[in-house]
Every structure is written in C-alpha cells, then in structure tokens.
C-alpha cells in the first residue's frame, strides 16, 4: 500500500457572490525534484494526482478529524466529569447525558478495530502504529481553547462569506443555539464569576482535565493551564465539550457511509505509487492505483457501519432529568431553536451544489455513542 504527503492547491474562480474551491494543482509529495506539478491539462495524470490527495484527506480524516478530535477529544471530560462531578452536581447534570457511550465505544474502538489485522490496519495507507502514531502526534497539537468553532474558523481562513461552505454555515448556527442554551442554564446556577470560582468541584475538575497525571488536555482553562474563575469562559468550555460531543462528531461520522464508503471517492490508500511521468503512467492503469476487491467490499461494510448507527438526539435529554424546573424553560427554547435551524438548513440545501444534512438537529446525537 501506498500513502501520500501531497500539496494541492484550491482557487476561487472569479466573480462575485459565493463560489465553490476548485482544484488547479496538485503535487504528489513534498519535494519538486521528486514530483513534478500537475493540472486539469493532464488527463489522467490529473485523475492520479486527486486520487494521492484524496487518499492523503482520507487518512488525515480518520485518524485526526474523527478520531482524535471527536472521540480521544471527549475522553477526558467523560472520566474527569465522572469523577469530580457526577449527576447531582449542576455542570455533571448538564454534561453526562452528553457523554452516553462514549467510553464504551472508545474502548470497543481499542479491541476490534485499532489492532494489527483489524479493519483499520488493513484499510489505511500506514501501518496500525503509523496510524496510532498521527493521532497521539495530533493530541499534541490541538488546543482546546483554539477549538472554539468561531476562532477555529478564523484561524483556517476560511470566514470569507464569498466561499461557498455549508461546514461552516450549518455549524455556526447549531454552536449559537448550543451556546444560548448553555448560557441560560450556567446563569441559573453561577450569577456571576464569584460563584464560579467558589466552587471547589468545578476546580479540581479543571485541574484534572490539565493535569499530566489526568486528562493532559492542552490548552483547556483562562489560561490554558486549567484556570476556571469566569462564567464567560465556563459557557465557552461547555458549549465547545457539549458541540464537539454531538454536532461535530455527527459532522464527521455520518458522511462514512454515505461517501467514504465508495473508494474511487475516498480511498484509504494507493495501491500503485504517485505517478512520476506520462511513459510510466501509460504502464500503471488508473483501476490498479484502488483497492482489490476484498478490500474495496470491507470499507464499505466498515463505514457504512462506522457512519450508519443513529442513537439519541441533541437536546432530547431523559425525561425529568432536569428537576430544576427553573431550566425547563430555556430548554424547550433550545429545542424550539433546534426545529428551526433544521427548517433553515433543509432551505438552503434546496439551493446548494449538493444537500449537506450533517447539521441537521435531527440527525445529530447527543454524544459519541457510535
């Protein structure tokens, strides 16, 4: 198997109002003297090239965007939360049901498909130690704090309301409502930062999630070194552990089956190299550069499983969770609020390239459960 570090690079067309990122070139590894450039001109040479960017996406997209960002991400408030909190303290009540079956299938995760032989290893370009490898590396570099959905967008540039992207766009208004709702029930609870800082379990929570000896979370806390005395900063931390545990785990789950199942799409890896010529490439036809059969057959039935499995639904918490009756009123606004961006974003997939339905309350659990 073969796996890509490619450069691609993406241009708006000309014009005004939205518009969709096209492909105008693509290297297929890091240095010049090794890969040549190659464009829309090149036939299927071009086919080749997308195919190492895809593979490169695919790999990126398991073992970062999905695995270590939603899944490895939660671990740490789910045994943290459990620990210092539990159900009977305000922020634990308002976390757990966020939490439903995350450790489970974390652990599941660990036994049946991260192991040498398992569906993981034989799909992806590495090894299952590469693979282990780019999500502990991963881990490393991501901030908590530069999580939030509004500056993590900021930072990848990608706020230019003429880039046509539903990501960002659905996102916005699921993080908002999150962020309402949270913002109501923190009030009921902390009238202001005294009361914050006060609290002795919500302290050793933080310390926890930060600590070497705990969780390790990197840049969590006013500081980013487990510092909680605000309840500015405690309804940004619960709106981005509530958003990750949900909406962006639905974001990057639920589209396993419906595209990352195909290969010629998504391929987990090349089985030919990157092509370095037109004369070699006319000797390595583009079907030998996908996956076997066997292969092919396995990712389907792996992701459509992985990205087919709904479980509960953002904001539809157990009845009589909730015996502050005080909450009760924002949350039937958040949930009102959830029906409302679901008939706003099923408006605006009438009208895109394609529908993008992974923002859809509907279709967007309450935690990682699958």
Not at 33 to 38: E, G, K, L, T
Not at 272 to 289: F, G
Not at 356 to 363: A, C, E, H, K, V
Request: net charge neutral; glycine share 6%.
């Amino acid at each position: 198997k073969y796996g890509f570090a490619p450069l691609a690079l993406f241009a708006l067309p000309r014009g005004t109002g939205p518009r969709r990122l096209r492909p105008i070139a693509i290297q297929c590894g890091q240095d010049p003297r090794d890969y040549r450039i190659y464009t829309p001109a090149d036939g299927e040479l071009w086919q080749k090239a997308k195919i190492c960017v895809s593979c490169a996406d695919a790999n990126h997209h398991e073992a970062v965007s999905h695995l270590t960002r939603t899944h490895l991400f939660i671990e740490p408030f789910v045994v943290a939360t459990h620990r210092n909190l539990g159900e009977h303290h305000p922020i634990g009540k308002l976390l757990i049901p966020h939490f439903e079956g995350t450790l489970n299938i974390n652990s599941e995760a660990q036994k049946k498909m991260l192991r040498k032989g398992f569906a993981v290893d034989r799909l992806m370009a590495g090894t299952i130690e590469a693979s282990r490898k780019v999500a502990v590396e991963a881990m490393a570099a991501t901030s908590f704090n530069d999580g939030f959905l509004p500056k993590a967008l900021a930072l990848r540039g990608v706020l230019d309301e003429n880039l046509e992207y539903p990501y960002r766009d659905d996102a916005l208004l699921v993080w908002q409502a999150i962020e309402r709702w949270v913002t109501a029930y923190v009030g009921e609870y902390y009238p202001g930062d005294a009361q914050v800082s006060a609290d002795d379990a919500l302290t050793r929570w933080a310390l926890e999630i930060v600590s070497k000896d705990g969780g390790r979370v990197i840049g969590f806390g006013e500081d980013g070194r487990g510092k909680l005395t605000t309840t500015w900063y405690l309804v940004k931390a619960l709106t981005m552990i509530i958003f990750t545990a949900s909406a962006q785990h639905a974001a990057v789950n639920f589209p396993q089956a419906d595209f990352m199942s195909f290969t010629p799409i998504v391929p987990f890896a090349a089985y030919r190299n990157a092509p370095i010529s037109a004369t070699e490439s006319a000797n390595n036809p583009l079907l030998d550069m996908l996956a076997p059969m066997e292969i092919a057959m396995l990712q389907l039935e792996f992701l459509s499983l992985l990205g087919g499995v709904y479980h509960t639904k953002l904001g539809a918490y157990p009845a009589l969770w909730f015996t502050n009756l005080s909450v009760m009123s924002a949350l039937a606004q958040f949930q009102q609020e959830l029906v409302s961006i679901g008939q706003t974003i099923e408006a605006r997939n009438r009208t895109r390239f394609g529908p993008y339905p992974y923002f859809l309350p509907d279709r967007i659990p309450q935690s990682i459960n699958s």
